[in-house]
């Protein structure tokens, strides 16, 4: 998932509490007897927890990105 490397999604907190609120959604559901929407959100949960916590990379800072190519002055001999 390409929105996953969004800078927003950084913070280890934030992709926590967002695992943590579907399961609470899930939870609610199936305590209602919502079954159906118990399943659908448990699965929502579960792709949140691989996408944010367990397969998540952080994207790279643009500091970090090798930029000696792009410094260099075309014009300038070497």
Request: charged share 20%; proline share 8%; hydrophobic share 40%.
């Amino acid at each position: 998932m390409k929105d996953a490397e969004h800078p927003f999604f950084r913070p280890l907190w934030l992709r926590i509490a967002i695992v943590v609120a579907c399961s609470g959604w899930a939870a609610f559901e199936f305590s209602m007897g919502n079954m159906s929407w118990g399943w659908i959100t448990t699965a929502v949960a579960a792709y949140g927890a691989w996408t944010f916590l367990i397969a998540y990379k952080p994207p790279q800072d643009s500091s970090s990105r090798d930029t000696t190519s792009q410094d260099k002055d075309p014009t300038e001999p070497e």
